[in-house]
């Protein structure tokens, strides 16, 4: 039986990226302490991408994760690294090299800073690795290379001799990719292979929560009881409990992008009930029922229950129910 799509794997993958970035870098490049200046703070581009390129649907089987980030080197100056994750089953339109392009052309117009750019290609069409794209008409010709990592080729017993942390989460979508039809019992025995091997290397506890949570939650158990087991076990093995550093993540990136999603629905809200009760008082109103909503709704999509949700706000079913109705 092959296991079904992985649950909010795009978010594991961005918010993975920010907690390894430096060891990402290291990883990609191997000359990467003599260049870049990793003792300086990255700086995470989500809006300014998304402002130049708003999000949209890929086409079934196909979604796309990107992050853009300010880098400093050695000398002092500010670079850019594009990194574009294909998550995925297939090779969808097959536009993958003239989108890197529109990227590219697009950031530099807006920044006029160089770009690199990383495409890590997560599908399983073993002759889909684009890395160029080429335009051309009569005299004129535009080509763009950019580095292009197909985790389908790599190596199993190099990633597991490679020290870098980053390795552990090339490792972990390698063996999504190589056993599909995994069952729970043989998915749980390969997530502890992966605990074992993040235990081995050396990063802070940061970095080794969201490593946790990478390879716990990046393919979902069909029976959730089975997760419940597994975290049991490794709770056993380390002699304590495991905070969930990228299920905090997660969950403080709802509560933000609800208080600004809510902010948006609160004003229009409250502008309405003011009309009625006295501005000042409905804008307080509105405002604050809209912000209730936007947490409510960013939750949802992250696949909370209502139980958990309603465990997490502190409100009962019926109260769910009304700040969704906006009552």
């Not at 190596?155 to 989460?169: C, I, M, Q, S």
């Not at 091997?197 to 949570?213: C, I, N, P, V, W």
């Not at 609160?266 to 029922?289: D, I, Y």
Request: proline content about 2%; overall charge neutral.
């Amino acid at each position: 039986m092959t296991r079904k799509s992985r649950r909010v794997d795009d978010l594991l993958w961005k918010s993975i990226l920010e907690q390894t970035f430096s060891h990402f870098l290291q990883f990609m490049f191997p000359d990467a302490a003599e260049v870049f200046d990793l003792d300086k703070p990255f700086d995470y581009l989500d809006k300014e991408f998304e402002s130049l390129f708003p999000p949209e649907n890929g086409g079934k089987g196909v979604r796309y994760v990107d992050k853009l980030v300010k880098v400093f080197l050695k000398d002092g100056s500010e670079k850019f690294i594009l990194c574009h994750i294909e998550v995925q089953s297939s090779k969808g339109k097959g536009d993958l090299a003239e989108r890197m392009f529109r990227y590219y052309y697009k950031i530099f117009e807006r920044y006029q800073v160089p770009v690199t750019a990383i495409a890590i290609l997560n599908d399983r069409n073993k002759s889909y690795r684009p890395s160029v794209y080429v335009s051309e008409f009569m005299d004129t010709k535009i080509q763009y290379n950019f580095k292009s990592y197909k985790i389908l080729d790599q190596d199993e017993v190099a990633l597991r001799a490679n020290d870098n942390p980053f390795a552990v989460v090339v490792l972990t979508a390698l063996l999504d990719i190589r056993h599909t039809s995994a069952d729970d019992e043989q998915l749980k025995t390969i997530k502890h292979d992966l605990y074992d091997e993040m235990m081995k290397r050396k990063m802070s506890k940061a970095t080794r929560q969201g490593l946790y949570d990478f390879l716990t939650y990046y393919v979902s158990f069909d029976n959730q009881q089975v997760l419940s087991i597994f975290e049991q076990e490794i709770e056993i093995k380390l002699g304590r409990s495991i905070i969930m550093g990228t299920r905090e993540y997660l969950l403080d990136k709802a509560k933000k992008e609800g208080l600004d999603k809510g902010m948006q629905a609160g004003m229009a809200t409250g502008m309405a009930t003011g009309l009625e009760k006295g501005m000042a008082t409905g804008l307080e109103k509105g405002l604050a029922s809209g912000i209730l909503k936007g947490k409510i709704e960013m939750l949802q999509e992250l696949g909370f229950s209502v139980a958990d949700i309603c465990s997490k706000l502190s409100l009962t079913k019926a109260e769910l129910e009304n700040a969704l109705k906006g009552v």
